[in-house]
């Protein structure tokens, strides 16, 4: 009897694995990036499945080309490009596809490709996508070979034509490619689309419309089974529905679910569901998705602003470019995750994608860390910005560029607001009411649920045609706060939003001394002379911003006062590649960043956090190596304390306190070497103190990984900062010393950089200069499962350092 019921439960052990493996293999999502042909150029005669590609430069995906070439004013990117070569590249793979796969849909995805991509399969020209930005998707199964015959994918990328964007864009397939293959039964490309129409404390109710593709040459009858799991994986609510779909057609099958008591999602606890949908043909599983599911209610209101699931919040953003640092534009998850952590410990709740559709990564960590998005389609109608750029293929593929954006994107619990564009130059005339007008009716055909507007620079109504289209939902304005107090008469009854705000201009760890109250607008006024630093620096003090804009401390004073403004999107959270105003070359990034490009935060970080976060702040500045008797500003950022009292070398130089509107306290200090101390407290009692110290002469280096360990699986990157330091171990704010490096076993160096705006040297080299004390480098899993060593050395008389990270399956 025993006997029995133990090989009973081993069959039916062994028809539950089964059962598991066959659903999990049922659909097949294969990662794609990896053993790339590549080569600059013009290859047409690449296209030909017997041409030779074998000493084409072998490489993974993601993959920027642009990154990896020298700095010159000369390249047609301009600085305003980023200063570095574009051009065409060429790239081919060869794969096989198993025979066990001949009777399945077998489909290739790009999440993004810049720019002009044409792709083909064994000669077969597949399409063309001249967007940079938007990701697509092609069906192979017409064209492949089974078993041991070779398959060849080409893709030619054209960024030649330039100058086609006022920032840095990158070249080449800078983001994840994919191969899915499903049954020919299944759901059809960003085939879900998942509501939250009703949610109270009681009950979450969860509408699904899924779009079904049957590939097939008969009628199918199928049933259709959706079911919600909780974080820990337990299953909270299930539908099931019956459907037939004709032979090669397409049908929509809608669902609704209730989930009893759902927990909300919001930026402090982003709580998110799972969605998971399956396919069954009678009792067979022919297909399985999955898509995350979050319970949030908003909205925005002409008088109190934005409310998140009832309570009035604040939108504390930031405008985020698509590039990082350092890698270019490659969309790397891990350099992602990090630019957003930078941001989240800041107080941000909030990011707009500026200005175009961002990578799957970046909303994927958005939904999991909490932020509010506002995604943004376009830069650029039918009137061009320069001479290269979307407006050339606006007519022909506007409308199928933001159809594919919205279906991308619209599952995503972190989105709340499309934008249809940013500074749209048809706002000056009147074919800006019928353009905004069909493009706010695309976005609302495929998706009711969020706000669409748009930002805008023109703030006087009869000016303004894209807000007399009537079609916006939220008006967006960009810079002007002194005019924002007039905003509820210009604009009766409408919602607000600065979709754009500040661009202040700094360099870390940089101080020039204004006088204290002394704001300067750098260039004074468009096409005005400019009289900046000979070293192409800006002060780190918040006094300095470009003529069309604010001081950080200006501009949130101003929205912080309004509660009918709903938030702001401060320009920007990082520096980024190009847009180096206000200096000419060798500029070749922007200054507007709270965090510069190698993601070192600059002072005025510890403002926003102070404003923003939680957290205790106490945040004194500059560093305290001077002249003898030198007068130096001396500022302070804090919160949650009423004073702060500021000693040198323990004599104390009085108490100060933020009075009205203040954001900061200072101090003119004659300057003598020893030790700079503030101390914050409340009601007499200490609440924070911090201390700065005169550096000596730079002894070593220090290394510090953002990580311990990290994957062999050629992704997982480690964020090393390299600081200069004296025998004691204080920061040497001037050290500008060359460190070079060494690295053995798993990893290899993909990036260095200082975050001085006008540095010239690769960020591809294995040496870097330390910049106000500080540099860089970004270390990459190459696939062996050795630990990571690293050595810095510099030859100036400090001494090396060794840093170790381990590495695992």
């Known amino acids: 009897m025993k006997k029995i019921q133990v090989y009973s439960l081993i069959v039916w052990a062994l028809i539950l694995c089964s059962c598991l493996t066959r659903e999990q293999d049922v659909r097949i999502v294969k990662d794609f990036n990896f053993n790339w042909n590549f080569k600059l150029g ?16 072998t490489l993974n995906l993601p993959h920027d080309w642009s990154i990896e070439g020298a700095f010159s004013k000369d390249h047609p990117t301009k600085p305003e490009g980023g200063a570095l070569p574009a051009g065409e590249g060429w790239y081919r793979k060869s794969f096989q596809i198993s025979e066990e796969w001949k009777e399945k849909t077998i489909a290739i995805e790009f999440d993004g490709v810049y720019r002009n991509s044409e792709v083909w399969i064994n000669g077969k020209h597949l399409g063309k996508r001249p967007n940079g930005y938007i990701s697509f998707s092609y069906d192979l199964t017409p064209y492949l070979h089974y078993g041991t015959q070779e398959n060849i994918i080409t893709v030619k990328v054209d960024n030649s034509l330039q100058p086609n964007s006022r920032w840095y864009t990158g070249s080449g397939i800078y983001r994840k490619v994919q191969l899915v293959v499903t049954n020919k039964l299944h759901i059809a490309h960003w085939g879900t689309y998942i509501t939250t129409p009703k949610i109270t ?34 299953e909270v609510a299930k539908i099931i529905t019956k459907k037939n779909i004709n032979s090669k057609e397409s049908v929509k099958a809608n669902q609704t679910l209730e989930v009893k008591k759902p927990i909300l999602w919001d930026t402090k606890n982003p709580y998110l569901y799972t969605v998971k949908t399956k396919v ?9 998705f999955e898509n995350v599911l979050g319970f949030r209610s908003f909205n925005f209101d002409a008088e109190k602003g934005f409310s998140l699931n009832g309570v009035p919040t604040k939108i504390h953003g930031v405008c985020l470019h698509h590039d990082n640092g350092a890698l270019g534009a490659v969309a790397s998850y891990d350099a992602i995750k990090r630019k957003l952590r930078l941001m989240k410990e800041m107080g941000v709740n909030a990011i707009r ?51 594919d954006f919205v279906k991308r994107d619209r599952n995503h619990p972190s989105v709340m607001m499309w934008s249809i564009g940013n500074e749209i130059r048809e706002q000056f005339d009147s074919t800006g009411i019928a353009i905004t007008k069909e493009l706010v009716n695309i976005v609302k055909k495929l998706d009711q649920t969020r706000p669409v507007t748009s930002a805008l ?26 005019d924002y107090t007039s905003f509820p008469e210009k604009f009766k009854g409408q919602k607000i939003i600065a979709s754009e705000s500040v661009s202040a201009l700094e360099t870390r760890g940089h101080y020039d001394h204004f ?9 004074p006024a468009h096409n005005q002379p400019f009289d900046g630093n000979d070293d192409f620096t800006v002060s780190a003090y918040d006094q300095v911003s470009a003529y069309w804009g604010a001081t950080h401390e200006e501009s949130w004073e101003a929205v912080k006062a309004l509660d009918y403004i709903a938030g702001t999107f401060i320009w920007t959270g990082m520096d980024y590649l190009g847009e180096p105003i206000p200096y000419p070359y060798p500029a070749r990034s922007s200054y507007f960043g709270i965090v510069d490009l190698a993601g070192f935060p600059k002072d005025v970080y510890y403002m926003y956090q102070s404003e923003w976060s939680d957290q205790e702040v106490l945040h004194i500045f500059p560093h305290w190596n001077w002249t003898k008797n030198q007068e130096v500003d001396v500022w302070a950022y804090y919160n949650h304390a009423d004073e702060v009292e500021l000693f040198l070398n323990g004599k104390s130089l009085g108490k100060k306190s933020k009075k009205g509107d203040d954001l900061h306290v200072s101090w003119k200090v004659k300057y003598e070497p020893g030790i700079l101390k503030a101390i914050s407290r409340k009601d007499g009692k200490v609440i924070l103190e911090k201390e700065i110290h005169t550096a000596g002469k730079a002894a070593q280096i220090n290394l510090t990984a953002d990580k311990k360990e990290i994957h062999n699986n050629q992704y997982d990157l480690a964020y090393i900062t390299v600081d200069v330091v004296d025998e004691k171990g204080v920061l040497v704010p001037n050290a500008n010393h060359l460190i070079e490096f060494e690295i053995s076993g798993g990893g290899e160096i993909v990036g260095v950089d200082n975050g ?30 050795e630990n990571i060593v690293l050595k810095a050395t510099s030859s100036i008389g400090i001494s090396s350092n060794t840093i170790e990270i381990k590495v695992k399956k």
């Open 42 to 57: 013009a290859h047409p005669e690449a296209v030909k499945t017997t041409f030779d590609s074998s000493d084409w430069r």
């Open 457 to 482: 620079t023109e703030n006087i109504p009869e000016k303004n045609y894209i807000y007399q289209s009537g079609a916006l939902d939220l008006l967006g304005f960009n810079y002007k706060h002194e």
């Open 515 to 523: 006088d204290a109250d002394e704001i300067k607008r750098w260039p």
């Open 353 to 403: 994608v500026s200005h175009n559709p961002s990578s799957v990564e970046l909303l994927d960590l958005c939904d999991k860390m909490g932020f509010i998005v506002q995604a943004e389609a376009f830069d650029v109608w039918k009137k061009k910005k320069v001479k290269a750029d979307y407006h050339l293929d606006w007519d022909e593929w506007h409308k199928k560029d933001l159809q």
């Open 280 to 288: 069954y043909e009678g009792a067979t599983l022919v297909d399985n």
């Open 201 to 234: 404390k009681e009950l979450g109710e969860v509408a699904i419309e899924i779009t079904l593709q049957n590939d097939t040459d008969t009628e199918k009858s199928i049933e259709l089974v959706s079911l919600v799991y909780d974080e820990n994986e337990q």
């Open 756 to 785: 001085y705006q006008a540095n010239l040297s690769s960020f591809k080299a294995s040496e870097i200069k330390a910049y106000n004390g500080k540099c860089l480098v970004i270390v990459q899993s190459n696939g062996k499962e």
